[in-house]
C-alpha cells in the first residue's frame, strides 16, 4: 500500500476552481504534487512537510494551495483561477529520502 490515490479531477471552465485529494497509507516526511501536459516535461508544483512548510512554483502560487492531513495520511490541492494552461495529468508523490512513491494521476481539463 505505497502507492497514493488521487482523485477529484475532471472537466472546469476557465477561471473555475477544482480540489484534489491523495490519499496514502501512511504519513510520509514529504509530499508533493507534479502534473504533466502531452509533449510536456514534468512539471513539479508544490509540496507540503509534515510539519505542515509548503513551497510553491511561480507558475501557480498565488492560485494553488497545498495542504496535508496526517490523521488521514492525504493531501490535498486546492486550485482556483484555473486557466486552460493547467490542462494536465496530476500526480501526488509521497517521499522519504531517496524513495518517492507515485500514484497514477487525475486528469484535469480546463475548457469552455
Known amino acids: 500500500q505505497v502507492q497514493p490515490v488521487e482523485s477529484g479531477g475532471g472537466l472546469v471552465q476557465p477561471g473555475g476552481s477544482l480540489r484534489l485529494s491523495c490519499a496514502a497509507s501512511?504519513?510520509?516526511?514529504?509530499m508533493a504534487w507534479y502534473r504533466q501536459a502531452p509533449g510536456k516535461q514534468r512539471e513539479w508544483l508544490a509540496l507540503?512537510?509534515?510539519?505542515?512548510?509548503?513551497v510553491y512554483a511561480d507558475s501557480v502560487k498565488g492560485r494553488f494551495t497545498i495542504s496535508r492531513d496526517n490523521a488521514e495520511n492525504s493531501v490535498y490541492l486546492q486550485m482556483n483561477s484555473l486557466k486552460s494552461e493547467d490542462t494536465a495529468v496530476y500526480y501526488c508523490t509521497l517521499e522519504r529520502g531517496s524513495n518517492s512513491y507515485w500514484g497514477q494521476g487525475t486528469q484535469v481539463t480546463v475548457s469552455s
Open positions: 507540503i512537510t509534515s510539519g505542515g512548510r509548503t
Open positions: 501512511e504519513n510520509f516526511p514529504v
